[in-house]
């Protein structure tokens, strides 16, 4: 997956409210590189997704603000992966076999 989508897999994994340890299980991507991810984008973006503490992490009001539309990015991202494993698929699709009508009779 392209770097950017995961961080934004990320935030939404985060975001849906899961931790960070959670979020490194289900994207296969070590703890530290999660924090890492997360920290990438509020330096790119300018503040603060999350609000971290003792008792875990909240979203902040501007991390509340664009996780749907990470979300939406992240859905839309697996639909395009759908329709070019589909595409790919040689079972799927028409065959087109043309010849000379001398040939088919």
């Not at 703890?31 to 971290?52: K, N, P, T, V």
């Not at 539309?69 to 839309?76: E, I, T």
């Not at 698929?89 to 009508?101: A, E, T």
């Amino acid at each position: 997956m392209e770097t950017n989508l995961l961080k934004y897999r990320a935030f939404t994994e985060i975001g849906e409210g899961k931790s960070f340890t959670a979020a490194s299980e289900i994207l296969g991507v070590s703890q530290s590189g999660i924090s890492r991810m997360i920290s990438d984008l509020e330096a790119d973006w300018g503040f603060r997704l999350f609000e971290r503490d003792r008792n875990g992490v909240q979203l902040t009001r501007e991390g509340a603000a664009l996780l749907p539309y990470a979300k939406a990015l992240c859905s839309d991202f697996r639909s395009l992966e759908s329709a070019v494993s589909g595409l790919r698929d040689p079972s799927r699709g028409h065959l087109r076999i043309g010849v000379f009508s001398s040939v088919a009779t």
